[in-house]
Nanobody, 124 residues
């Protein structure tokens, strides 16, 4: 049984930092690309960042580029999202996802497994 468990969310002030973690179990972590998405109330799910399993390449959405950094620790089956300079607009439920693909990673449809999410709230 595959499980993705996010942690690290919380309530912070604008300008603060948070690091989200997503621990994976039950899947071949080293052959899955990992992605982070978020969804704010009344909005569609939005791609944030992804890291491939081939070469560990990363890419991020323009809205978070330069502020958020994705990384992975294959020894711990964990992917991280370091979020700096948080803004109230970053308030959302954050989800991690896993896919055996290594391209088109901004598309939610290619992800096979999803976590339950963790709430991030940024106050102004």
């Amino acid at each position: 049984q595959v499980q993705l468990v996010e942690s690290g969310g919380g309530l912070v002030q604008a300008g603060d930092s948070l690091r989200l973690s997503c621990a994976a179990s039950g899947l071949a972590f080293t052959t899955h690309s990992m992605g982070w998405f978020r969804q704010a109330p009344g909005k569609e799910r939005e791609f944030i960042s992804a890291i491939t399993w081939v070469g560990g390449g990363t890419f991020s959405a323009g809205s978070v580029k330069g502020r958020f950094t994705i990384s992975r620790d294959n020894a711990k089956n964990t992917v991280y999202l370091q979020m700096n300079s948080l803004e109230p607009e970053d308030t959302a439920f954050y989800y991690c996802a896993a896919s055996p693909a290594y391209s088109n990673l901004a598309r939610a449809a290619i992800y096979t497994y999803w976590g339950q999410g963790t709430q991030v709230t940024v106050s102004s």
